[in-house]
């Protein structure tokens, strides 16, 4: 099982991978690590939040670069 390579509270660049393009651009952007969840087909997830959005994200580990 990979280990997660970023810490809870870190901001971090969110580009998600599996939605259309004009999509992308509306969520792409700087998040928080809200929390670490478990992987999922052996990779890292976490929960994300965006200063812009009322609600949180589950995103994978290959979705964020450091801030």
């Not at 991978?17 to 992987?39: C, D, F, H, T």
């Not at 087909?41 to 939040?49: F, S, T």
Request: aromatic letters at 8%.
């Amino acid at each position: 099982m990979a280990e997660h390579k970023f810490k809870i509270g870190q901001l971090v660049h969110y580009y998600p991978r599996k939605i259309g393009r004009a999509s992308i651009e509306l969520v792409s952007g700087l998040y928080q690590i809200i929390k670490r969840l478990p992987s999922a087909n052996g990779e890292p997830q976490y929960e994300i939040r965006s200063t812009l959005e009322q609600h949180d994200r589950v995103a994978r580990e290959s979705e964020l670069t450091r801030s």
